[in-house]
């Protein structure tokens, strides 16, 4: 199974998808309903060759990322800041006193979940990841002008 890198999860989690117009090749569906077989109001999006299918199961919103060949790479879901394990709320809280959490979600890689968590105050947007749960590391930094 292909390894989903973090990267990789932001860039295909990114607005920037391309909507497919539902058009996927019957394959890809196929392998789709195997792997989620309650889905529920699927979409279907590509970014440079890779699908991500948005759907409902259970009531919430999931985003499943395969290969161009059908490969499952990974999940991912919008998490509330309740949900997020207390140690991780516990830096941000802490090490980041006057921010604001503007998007978060988890990732699940081979078993294996993973955080990402965008932090905003008035001069600067910084998004912080966390593998397997453990401490959270600098993704990436932007100064608002």
Do not use: C, H
């Not at 990789?8 to 196929?30: E, R």
């Not at 990841?129 to 959270?136: I, P, Q, S």
Request: aromatic share 16%.
């Amino acid at each position: 199974m292909l390894i989903l890198t973090t990267s990789l999860v932001l860039t295909l989690f990114a607005s920037y998808a391309k909507s497919n117009d539902g058009k996927i090749p019957k394959y890809m569906s196929s392998v789709f309903a195997s792997d989620f077989s309650q889905a529920q109001n699927i979409n279907w999006e590509t970014y440079n060759g890779f699908y991500k299918a948005s759907f409902m199961d259970m009531g919430i919103t999931l985003y499943a990322f395969y290969t161009p060949d059908a490969e499952f790479m990974g999940l991912a879901t919008n998490l509330p800041a309740d949900k997020l394990p207390v140690a991780l709320q516990t830096i941000v809280k802490e090490k980041y006193e006057g921010y604001w959490i503007t998007d978060l979600f988890q990732y699940t890689i081979n078993s294996t979940p993973g955080f990402f968590i965008t932090i905003e105050n008035a001069d600067r947007k910084i998004m912080l990841k966390a593998e397997a749960g453990e401490n959270w590391s600098l993704y990436s930094e932007v100064k608002k002008s």
